[in-house]
């Protein structure tokens, strides 16, 4: 079993920026890739960036050039920094883990983008 555990989120203005964090714990060594994903009132979770134990990350369109993934394997964390934020970036954003055995999802942290 992994446990994901989120911080980070919080209330800011739009043009503002957030880090948020997932600390990892228990089966980390069958983790393959992590990464983000949110889910805004009404709408049905969407990914919004991933990265392989490699390093490779990906995001989608919607945040390239605003989002930013990245990984400390040694602490078992990812990050994922947002700048430039729009009132639409507001969502619960949910940290996943991929291993073999199956994904493993954090309890979300929530991020709120005042216009």
């Known amino acids: 079993q992994v446990q994901l555990v989120e911080s980070g989120g919080g209330l800011v203005q739009a043009g503002g920026s957030l880090r948020l964090s997932c600390a990892a714990s228990?089966?980390?060594?069958?983790?393959?890739?992590m990464g983000w994903y949110r889910q805004a009132p009404g709408k049905q979770r969407e990914p919004v960036a991933h990265?392989?134990?490699?390093?490779?990350?990906t995001h989608v369109d919607s945040v390239k050039g605003r989002f930013s993934i990245s990984r400390d394997n040694a602490k078992n964390t990812v990050y994922l920094q947002m700048n430039s934020l729009k009132p639409e970036d507001t969502a619960v954003y949910y940290c996943?883990?991929?291993?073999?055995?199956?994904?493993?999802w954090g309890q979300g942290t929530q991020v709120t983008v005042s216009s």
């Open positions: 990265i392989t134990n490699g390093g490779s990350p």
């Open positions: 228990g089966s980390t060594f069958d983790i393959r890739a």
């Open positions: 996943h883990a991929e291993s073999p055995f199956g994904m493993y």
